[in-house]
């Protein structure tokens, strides 16, 4: 009961991170299930899967309902994401609980630190690119955040979010929208290389997908709160430093580095703690810089008016 009840809380936390950054429900909710729950690698990503079945099946069908979809994208992404994930699912399947486990904490380990570098840019405003981005880029992103998300227990909004976020070839809200529709094709296929692969093991954790789901959808609405709340470069930088704290010990240790590992959980702490106040503050100067220029920018469509009407007073 006590497992079950961890396991609920940590669906409820990476609701939360979710909710607050658009991406992270698999990544954090692996993380705890490992740390906290003591599941093996393989068993936390198919729990983790099997919950996310609901969740982006929903989370999909809100998106489409608000019309934040390229359905052309979806497929060019969604079906080589499908791919990657079910052969990282029967990859991690495969191989040993002591061989995974290094294997998946270093995955997350990179997504962590990926965060922590993303967030500490903090955001800017840009300017969209009239170029969309090509098939063959988008296949080959879906496979590799596919690969990723399956054997890393999560990491398909991190990857393929992020990249396509920094590109800048559409909005925002068509970025998340398309990427979180994708993500059911990507999390079905996980799910089936799970069943494939260890089906007694996901039996055998029914009730973990359950506790899980139930976290998750108590956390939704108070994410959605939160997120009017909360400063999301901070939440990501913090959640990214908190991944790579957790899961960084476990990579040194099986390349046989054991000792300092104290000093090394306090130094990726307090690096990371740096990095995303160093974001906090980048957002805050791009976002006044912005608001700057957008005010040159009004003034310079008025002034033009005023010019032109002296101009036609002279002649």
């Known amino acids: 009961m006590t497992t079950l009840i961890l396991i609920a809380a940590a669906g409820l936390a990476a609701q939360l991170v979710d909710g607050g950054l658009g991406m992270?429900?698999?990544?954090?909710?692996?993380?705890?299930?490992?740390?906290?729950?003591?599941?093996?690698?393989?068993?936390?990503?198919?729990?983790?899967?099997?919950?996310?079945?609901?969740?982006?099946?929903?989370?999909?069908?809100?998106?489409?309902?608000?019309?934040?979809?390229?359905?052309?994208?979806?497929?060019?992404?969604?079906?080589?994401g499908a791919i990657g994930a079910f052969a990282g699912a029967t990859l991690l399947s495969s191989i040993s609980t002591e061989a995974a486990t290094p294997v998946m904490s270093a995955i997350l380990a990179l997504i962590g630190i990926n965060l922590m570098l993303?967030?500490?840019?903090?955001?800017?405003?840009?300017?969209?690119?009239?170029?969309?981005?090509?098939?063959?880029?988008?296949?080959?992103?879906?496979?590799?955040?596919?690969?990723?998300?399956?054997?890393?227990?999560?990491g398909w909004g991190p990857v393929t979010t992020s990249s396509l976020l920094a590109a800048g070839r559409s909005e925002p809200r068509r970025i998340v929208g398309t990427v979180n529709t994708a993500e059911f094709l990507v999390t079905f296929a996980a799910t089936l290389g799970f069943v494939i692969g260890m089906w007694q093991d996901l039996v055998a954790n029914t009730a973990a997908v359950v506790a899980l789901l139930i976290g998750g959808v108590i956390a939704a609405p108070i994410g959605a709160w939160l997120v009017t709340r909360l400063n999301p470069i901070l939440l990501g930088g913090v959640v990214g430093t908190l991944i790579v704290v957790l899961n960084l010990p476990v990579v040194l240790s099986a390349l046989g580095v054991n000792e300092h590992l104290m000093w090394v959980r306090g130094g990726v702490l307090v690096v990371g703690l740096l990095l995303a106040a160093r974001g906090v503050k980048r957002a805050r100067a791009n976002s006044k810089a912005a608001s700057v220029k957008e005010g040159h920018s009004t003034g310079e469509m008025r002034h033009p008016a005023v010019t032109g009407s002296a101009s036609s007073t002279h002649r």
């Open 24 to 80: 992270g429900f698999g990544v954090t909710s692996t993380t705890l299930l490992i740390m906290l729950a003591g599941l093996g690698p393989a068993q936390a990503s198919a729990v983790v899967h099997a919950a996310e079945l609901g969740t982006t099946l929903a989370s999909g069908v809100s998106h489409w309902r608000f019309g934040n979809v390229d359905w052309k994208t979806v497929a060019c992404i969604g079906i080589p």
């Open 118 to 154: 993303r967030f500490s840019r903090g955001l800017t405003r840009r300017t969209l690119a009239a170029k969309p981005h090509s098939a063959g880029f988008l296949g080959v992103l879906g496979i590799f955040g596919g690969f990723v998300d399956a054997t890393g227990g999560g």
